[in-house]
Structure formats: structure tokens, C-alpha cells
């Protein structure tokens, strides 16, 4: 079956511009996870959605990023006036439900690059 | 907060035993995971171990935790050219991860 998949695999931009990150989760999972990975890190948590609402956002850097998924299936994140910092992967993951061993299936990522 | 850490680097020769070590700081994990990230590729969930558990073996995989000094690490026994990517090892705390950065394991011939 399908698994995650993210659009686009690759963005650039210019600082101060507005972007948004799509993902489409695996049909019927219900949680879905964004988490944002710099380079030469581990990814690093963002926000956590158990189904339309966002159960914890506190991983957010500021309050210019933004999550939403207004029908329990795509997520999209917006990140408003980005700086050179953001520049990162932006790594989607769901899963069936946030209960057991809870695998996250990860999608490939969106390579953001601001300049 | 949680703090994963982990060696940074590993070569290995093909054919010998790979192991990637990994500390963690949240005693109420309940479970900790191996992941596999290989270039242009997702992360892939290779193994987990549940809290209560100190060993798991999957085929080549070998999982061994020690709760008290918070220790896990990943064996992979006969490492093959296919097994060269970033190993990362993470925690879990209710839903959230949270990811050591990443061990780059080389195997060569």
C-alpha cells in the first residue's frame, strides 16, 4: 500500500516568505506527527495531531509555524516570514492510533532551504 | 526533557558485528526504538524493545536494554554493504519521540 507522502520533496525560498509543507499520512491512520530534522541531527519533534485537532503543538519553535489538518487525513504546515534557520527536512509521520508500540511510518521528508 | 545521545560514527568490515550504543535520559520511556535512514530515503523502524524487556533478537538484530543506566544498544550480526546508513536510536514518552542524532555506520569490504 501507499505510504507517507510529502510535497515537495524540495523548496526554496527567500527569507521573509510564507511557505507550506503538505503531507498525506497512510489511509486510516489517525495520528499524525511532524518533526523537523537539521542537518546532522536526530528529528526533532514539532506537533502531534490525533485526529482533526492538534493534541500538542508544544514543540513549535515560535508562532510562526503553524499546523493544520482540517479533516483528519492531510496535514499542511505553514511557516510565516521564514528565516535562514528554518532551513531543515520536514519529516511527516503517522500512525494507526498513538496507543501500543506506536510505529510511525515516516514519509520522506521536504528539504527547506531559505536564502 | 529528554536527551538522547550516541556515538557519532562506526566502520565496520563486512561480515563482522556492528554495534551502535545509545543513552537516554527518561526513565518513564515505555518503549525504544532503532530506526534506519538511508540517503534520499524515510526513516524505517528497524526494531523496538519494550521497558520491561532487557533483550530482543530479530534475525540479524540484537536489542539489549539496561534500564538502570539507561542504556540501549543494536547488534547487527554479519553486517552487509546494505546495512551502511545513520542509525538512530529514540525514546518514547506518551506519543512524542525523541531521537539521539544519529550513528553513520560505513561497512567496508
Known amino acids: 500500500g501507499a505510504g507517507v507522502s510529502q510535497t515537495p520533496s524540495n523548496k526554496v525560498t527567500e527569507k521573509g516568505k510564507y511557505v507550506e509543507l503538505r503531507c498525506d499520512p497512510i489511509?486510516?491512520?489517525?495520528?499524525l506527527y511532524w518533526y523537523r530534522q537539521s542537518l546532522g541531527q536526530g528529528p526533532e519533534f514539532l506537533i502531534y495531531?490525533?485526529?482533526?485537532?492538534?493534541?500538542?503543538d508544544s514543540g513549535l519553535p515560535n508562532d510562526r509555524f503553524f499546523a493544520v489538518r482540517p479533516e483528519g487525513s492531510v496535514s499542511t504546515l505553514k511557516i510565516q516570514r521564514t528565516e535562514r534557520g528554518d532551513s531543515a527536512v520536514y519529516l511527516c509521520a503517522s500512525s494507526p492510533d498513538s496507543g501500543g508500540y506506536n510505529e510511525q511510518f515516516f514519509g520522506p521528508g521536504t528539504r527547506l532551504t531559505v536564502l | 526533557g529528554e536527551d538522547v545521545e550516541q556515538s557519532l560514527f562506526l566502520s565496520v568490515r563486512e561480515g563482522d558485528s556492528s554495534v551502535i550504543n545509545c543513552t537516554y535520559t527518561d526513565s518513564s520511556s515505555t518503549y525504544l526504538y532503532w530506526y534506519k535512514q538511508e540517503p534520499g530515503a524515510g526513516l524505517q523502524l528497524l526494531t523496538y524493545?519494550?521497558?520491561?524487556?532487557d533483550m530482543k533478537q530479530d534475525q540479524r538484530l540484537t536489542v539489549l536494554l539496561n534500564k538502570k543506566d539507561k542504556h540501549l544498544s543494536l547488534r547487527i550480526a554479519d553486517t552487509q554493504t546494505g546495512d551502511s546508513a545513520i542509525y538512530f536510536c529514540?525514546?518514547?514518552?506518551?506519543?512524542?519521540?525523541?531521537f539521539g542524532a544519529g550513528t553513520t555506520v560505513t561497512v567496508r569490504a
Open positions: 529514540a525514546e518514547r514518552s506518551d506519543y512524542k519521540l525523541s
Open positions: 524493545i519494550f521497558s520491561n524487556m
Open positions: 495531531f490525533q485526529g482533526t485537532g492538534a493534541a500538542d
Open positions: 489511509s486510516g491512520h489517525t495520528a
